[in-house]
């Protein structure tokens, strides 16, 4: 059973009160959050918007929502990856493969990292293209099973699973809101609008 339900739904008293007892130690260790909350929390600390969907038809009425949350009705989408417009081409998606007709960017990513909660994304999204290029507005689809523990992990991943060409231009997207809550060390990147359509595949 996802361990996401147990963000939308209730959790279990044992847990609660595990996570509330004031007889635990100073000494004892620290209460770890499965990966996937993890990922969850710091995601939303990031400013990202998020969208758990059991499964593809939650996702297109999603995604659907949010074209209509955003007045993108007769905006078209920048979509780079053949295989994913053919996996949405039944909703009312108008695509494009010109960055300056876009208002918002559909692609999918490598891997969803659960300390930081940011996306690792690659050529096989992006392309050669930097992100300062690409749209403000991002709509990823990825699945549960993309989240890792660490970067390190996510670069891991990538190796195994491209092992005759690796992806290039490989970079993650942490920052999610404007500029004023950024700090030093994320100079130079840049921000996007972005919401994550997350499907459950575990």
């Known amino acids: 059973m996802s361990l996401f ?12 009160k595990e996570l509330k007892s004031d007889n635990r130690g100073k000494y004892m260790p620290e209460i770890k959050l499965p990966i996937d909350e993890r990922f969850t929390i710091n995601f939303k600390s ?3 918007k998020f969208l758990y969907c059991e499964n593809l038809n939650e996702i297109f009425q999603n995604l659907e929502n949010i074209i209509e949350e ?4 007769d905006k078209k989408a920048l979509l780079l990856d053949n295989n994913l417009e053919n996996k949405f081409k039944k909703t009312s998606l108008k695509a494009t493969q010109k960055i300056s007709d876009a208002t918002f960017f559909l692609t999918t990513c490598e891997n969803l990292i659960a300390n930081d909660g940011s996306l690792l994304i690659s050529s096989k999204q992006i392309f050669e293209k930097k992100l300062q290029e690409l749209p403000v507005n991002f709509i990823v689809f990825a699945t549960t099973s993309q989240i890792t523990e660490t970067i390190g992990e996510g670069l891991r991943s990538i190796k195994s699973n491209n092992r005759e060409k690796i992806p290039t231009n490989i970079t993650t997207i942490k920052h999610f809101k404007s500029g004023d809550d950024k700090d030093f060390l994320s100079y130079g990147s840049s921000a996007k609008n972005l919401y994550l359509l997350l499907l459950e595949d575990l």
């Open 46 to 48: 990031n400013g990202g």
């Open 5 to 16: 339900r147990k963000i939308f739904g209730s959790k279990s008293d044992r847990f609660e």
């Open 70 to 73: 955003n007045n993108w009705e």
